[in-house]
């Protein structure tokens, strides 16, 4: 759990060291104009980590040292609000982005979503129980952290899955 600046730049430090990440959001937007980000999950090969993203709301820029580092591979599932809300929200910007969803379409599979994927590669049933919930409270109830780790814990595993399918499919 990262909720101070100072464990936030020691996880920047941590991430500047990987050759990829797995990252997700988690949004507040039941009964709101507009969403917005709560929470920032990201996993390395070894660890999972949950970033507060409203307790270090203008801090989370130092992040980008390893979001825009080309030799870092940012994995992440269905990007595309991921992608402005990290932008809008967290002033966060990718470079080299691997989406599994289009990867997942490109390959032909039978569904794209997160749950199938988890499901047909790495055994996991994926609970969604938490897709709706109130990203706002603090302190999160340990299944909602179960939850959000979940989304990115298995992520790099598919990530190599699907990178290797792509070679094999390669014209």
Same mark, same amino acid.
């Given at each position: 759990w990262i909720d101070t600046p100072g464990a936030l730049s020691e996880l920047s430090a941590a991430l500047d060291g990987e050759t990829e990440i797995?990252?997700?959001?988690?949004?507040?937007?039941?009964?709101t104009y507009s969403s917005f980000c709560c929470l920032l999950q990201i996993s390395t090969r070894t660890?999972?980590?949950l970033v507060?993203?409203?307790?270090?709301r203008g801090h989370l820029d130092v992040l980008n040292s390893s979001f825009t580092n080309p030799?870092?591979?940012k994995v992440l599932h269905g990007a595309d609000t991921d992608v402005i809300w990290l932008q809008k929200?967290? +002033?966060l910007h990718l470079v080299n982005l691997f989406?599994? +969803?289009q990867a997942a379409r490109v390959l032909g599979l039978e569904r794209f979503s997160l749950?199938?994927?988890?499901?047909?590669?790495?055994?996991?049933i994926a609970n969604k129980a938490y897709q709706l919930a109130d990203w706002r409270i603090r302190p999160l109830t340990d299944e909602m952290m179960h939850y959000a780790r979940e989304d990115t814990h298995w992520l790099l595993y598919v990530y190599d899955v699907l990178v290797n399918a792509l070679i094999d499919k390669g014209n």
């Open positions: 797995a990252v997700d959001l988690e949004a507040h937007g039941y009964r660890s999972d980590y507060d993203a409203l307790a270090l030799n870092i591979v929200d967290l +002033g989406d599994t +969803g749950a199938f994927l988890l499901k047909e590669y790495c055994g996991v």
